[in-house]
């Protein structure tokens, strides 16, 4: 059963930086799509990023284009979200997720972690 677990989340300034880590446990980790979503207090959970199997093909969200990047590490089991030049809007707990295929959409992605909290002071 796969777990995955997110942590580099924190407080940052207004174009500050932060870089987010999911570690995942279970086997074939690189047979999986993985994703990053963020849901803001009273908001419904969005679509942040998404990396296919092998790092070869990215989506953003427009509003994170061009500041967040996504990344994996096969051998690591890992899957990063560095995040550039952020703003108080990016300000939500954001998830980590697997899924068979790479989506942009929660339905694509089948298990998910907990959530590191990430707030942007301006």
């Known amino acids: 059963q796969v777990q995955l677990a997110e942590s580099g989340g924190g407080l940052a300034q207004s174009g500050g930086s932060l870089r987010l880590s999911c570690a995942a446990s279970g086997p074939a980790f690189s047979n999986y799509a993985m994703g990053w979503f963020r849901q803001a207090p009273e908001k419904e959970r969005e679509f942040v990023a998404a990396?296919?199997?092998?790092?070869?093909?990215?989506y953003y969200a427009n509003s994170v284009k061009g500041r967040f990047a996504i990344s994996r590490d096969n051998a690591k089991k890992m899957v990063y979200l560095q995040m550039n030049s952020l703003k108080p809007e990016d300000t939500a707990v954001y998830y980590c997720?697997?899924?068979?295929?790479?989506?942009?959409?929660?339905?694509?992605?089948?298990?998910w972690g907990q959530g590191t909290q990430v707030t942007v002071s301006s």
């Open positions: 990396i296919n199997w092998d790092g070869g093909i990215t």
């Open positions: 997720a697997r899924g068979t295929g790479i989506g942009t959409t929660a339905s694509a992605y089948a298990a």
